[in-house]
């Protein structure tokens, strides 16, 4: 059997209780750990979360089709009780050589006082007290990506990276 019908866990990092469960969710039968390297289509290519959206979208096996599922995440955390710390935004991946890059970072905390600072990134960049990156980049062009890490921390205590990279064009 190609499909199956299986049930997907949402975790939060580090915590080993699932904060939601999606029924029905088509996907090819096995376990996690047999989806590796060799399959054409490894998992990580197969499952989506947009959150910004509110959508899970999956390939199911058959590689014919997407399928949508509706998945209010912020809601499911707060009915769980655990302490969460997100980010909700993708960072935009060009910047016209000689711009400015601009890029505000949404994240979501149970706790609030989100606090941002750049760990790395290129020269001139900077993150501000709200999340705001700007960076006014060189009238060169480069097919190099520039690697950024933006740490982040919340008044629970916890921290995360969110990592992305820009290209000038």
Known sequence: KQNATTSINVHVNGHTDPILTLPRIQMRPGEYGDFHGREVMTL?????????????????????????????????????????????????????????????????????????????????????DDGLVTWRTSRRSSNEPQDVIVSISDASGQTITHTFKVTLN
Do not use: C, W
Not at 54 to 67: C, H, M
Not at 77 to 91: E, F, K
Not at 101 to 115: A, E
């Open 44 to 128: 990580d290519r197969r499952i989506y979360f947009m959150p910004q959206y509110g959508v899970l979208i999956t390939l199911p096996a058959s590689n014919k089709s997407l399928v949508l599922h509706r998945l209010d995440l912020e809601t499911a955390l707060n009915d769980s009780g655990i302490d969460y710390l997100y980010v909700t935004t993708r960072a935009p991946a060009v910047v016209k050589a000689g711009g400015t890059f601009r890029y505000q970072i949404g994240t979501k905390s149970r706790k609030g006082d989100v606090k941002y600072e750049l760990t790395s990134g290129p020269n001139g960049m900077r993150v501000s």
